[in-house]
């Protein structure tokens, strides 16, 4: 199956540019969300290198983000980039395992293989094993709860596009694939 950005930047197009005046856009080297402003009137989902894991990650966030922090340059939210230490790394993971269960899910939906990433190739090793077990288990929760509204739009047209069944499904969400250590994620 082919998986192009550019599907990804129609499909979140037709899905929220009415009603929430934000567009997915490709950008360079770092992810960022841009809030509209005197430069330019829409908010901006903006995702690295045109990869296709990027957009679905930076989705996920923005499918997460209430309305006060849609406003804000990456949503007002704390990061510190790769080389954290073992304390900042647990803080890291603790704040992307939403996220990242959500992009599972898109990932599911596209029929894409999905990669949890704990995103830390110059600091100290991960817990690999435990953080995907802690995605996994947001995964089963969000099953059994229901995803947030926007997450849930966009799993349908996603799964409407790719032709993939839905509900989603427990038996989608395999946790015994090897995990792939951050070194070794594609993000294409």
């Known amino acids: 199956m082919r998986h ?18 934000t567009k997915l856009i490709k950008g360079g080297d770092e992810p960022l969300y841009a809030p509209a402003n005197e430069a330019c ?15 679905l990650h930076e989705i ?17 939210y704390w990061y510190m980039p790769d080389g954290r230490d073992a304390e900042q790394q647990k803080t890291f993971e603790q704040v992307e395992i939403k996220p990242q269960a959500i992009e599972w899910a898109f990932c ?3 029929g ?3 990669n949890v990433s704990a995103d830390n190739l110059n600091g100290a ?11 996994f288990q947001q995964v089963q929760q969000y099953l059994h709860q229901g995803f947030p509204v926007r997450a849930q ?16 499904n427990i038996n989608q969400f395999p946790i015994n694939e090897k995990f792939n250590h951050p070194e070794t994620v594609t993000h294409v």
């Open 153 to 168: 739009d966009f799993i349908n047209a996603l799964a409407d596009f790719y032709k993939v069944s839905l509900p989603l």
């Open 4 to 21: 192009d950005f550019k599907d990804l930047i129609d499909i979140f197009d037709q899905c929220f540019f009415n009603t929430f005046n």
């Open 60 to 76: 996920s966030h923005w499918c997460l983000a209430g309305k006060a922090r849609r406003l804000l340059e990456d949503f007002g």
């Open 125 to 135: 090793t991960p817990d690999t094993i435990a953080f995907k077990e802690n995605v």
């Open 41 to 55: 009137e829409y908010h901006q989902i903006i995702f690295a290198h045109g990869f296709y894991a990027s957009a």
């Open 108 to 110: 599911v939906a596209a």
């Open 112 to 114: 894409k293989k999905f």
